[in-house]
């Protein structure tokens, strides 16, 4: 997993009826890219973390070209 400040880190449910956690990458701590990822949630909340097989990268530069 590879990611860049101001990319997405989607946290995908893992209950039914649980919903997807989304957060702004605002620091990446690993080298070239790789966790652990310092993310601000949609809430405000800042945590630091490193995800697991159930979250997915948003990269910024995919997300401007699917609008």
Do not use: W
């Not at 956690?21 to 070239?32: C, F, L, R, S, W």
């Amino acid at each position: 997993m590879r990611a860049n400040k101001g990319d997405q880190l989607v946290q995908h449910g893992r209950v039914v009826g649980q919903h997807d956690k989304v957060a702004e990458i605002t620091e990446v701590m690993g080298a070239q890219g790789a966790p652990p990822y310092r993310v601000r949630f949609e809430d405000g909340h800042e945590a630091v973390c490193s995800p697991g097989p159930d979250s997915e990268i948003r990269h910024k530069d995919m997300r401007q070209q699917r609008t």
